[in-house]
Nanobody, 115 residues
Framework: QVQLVESGGGLVQAGGSLRLSCAAS????????MGWYRQAPGKQREPVAV???????DYADSVKGRFTISRDNAKNTVYLQMISLKPEDTAVYYC?????????WGQGTQVTVSS
């Protein structure tokens, strides 16, 4: 079983920055993907950024140029650096880590961007 612990959310003014972290622990044999998703009130959960083992990264169009996903494979940790935050980035952010036959979700961390 894999456990994820997220940190780094909070309240920030528009234009500000935050860095989210997600550390995976437990029975991890190999990781295929580490990513971040978000869910705003009344909306469905949506992908924000993913890092696929091998080096490829993908971003939602709405965050391209502002968010950067990175990972420390030795620590089984994924980060999301967010700059130039906008009120529409307000959401609960969840990390997701997947192997070939398993998937784990973090508990979510609130990001609130005030205008």
């Amino acid at each position: 079983q894999v456990q994820l612990v997220e940190s780094g959310g909070g309240l920030v003014q528009a234009g500000g920055s935050l860095r989210l972290s997600c550390a995976a622990s437990g029975s991890i044999f190999s990781i295929d993907l580490m990513g971040w998703y978000r869910q705003a009130p009344g909306k469905q959960r949506e992908p924000v950024a993913v890092s696929i083992s091998g080096g490829r990264t993908d971003y939602a169009d709405s965050v391209k140029g502002r968010f950067t996903i990175s990972r420390d494979n030795a620590k089984n940790t994924v980060y999301l650096q967010m700059i130039s935050l906008k009120p529409e980035d307000t959401a609960v952010y969840y990390c997701n880590v997947r192997g070939s036959s398993w998937s784990a979700w973090g508990q979510g961390t609130q990001v609130t961007v005030s205008s």
